[in-house]
Nanobody, 123 residues
Framework: VQLQASGGGLVQAGGSLRLSCAASGRTFSYYGMGWFRQAPGKEREFVAAINSNGRITDYADSVKGRFTISRDNAKNTMYLQMNSLKPEDTAVYYC?????????????????WGQGTLVTVSS
């Protein structure tokens, strides 16, 4: 299984970015996926998760109402729309997938990880 995250960059506070995660190597639509992030000097933290058919999602409290996770199973791609970005959102964002259809929020439950994409939010 290979995951390729993209879409990161430098944005001013209040701006928006959309991250993408392209998956290959197995049937994409069978499995739940998630986004995590890791800021400098901090542990990796959960951001958002989505189940296999995209109908169930979950978010960290810190991003609720600002971020939206989605997926296009026909394109084998997951997305993270990030609006109203804040400097504290600055981090490397990782996409990941596991071996079940449901939502998972613990990083230890994920089996496959992408390489990460850097998001920098300036104040």
């Amino acid at each position: 299984v290979q995951l390729q995250a993209s879409g990161g960059g430098l944005v001013q506070a209040g701006g928006s970015l959309r991250l993408s995660c392209a998956a290959s190597g197995r049937t994409f639509s069978y499995y739940g996926m998630g986004w995590f992030r890791q800021a400098p000097g901090k542990e990796r933290e959960f951001v958002a998760a989505i189940n296999s058919n995209g109908r169930i999602t979950d978010y960290a409290d810190s991003v609720k109402g600002r971020f939206t996770i989605s997926r296009d199973n026909a394109k084998n791609t997951m997305y993270l729309q990030m609006n109203s970005l804040k400097p504290e959102d600055t981090a490397v964002y990782y996409c990941a997938t596991h071996n079940l259809i449901a939502i998972k929020i613990l990083a230890t439950e994920y089996n496959y990880w992408g390489q990460g994409t850097l998001v920098t939010v300036s104040s």
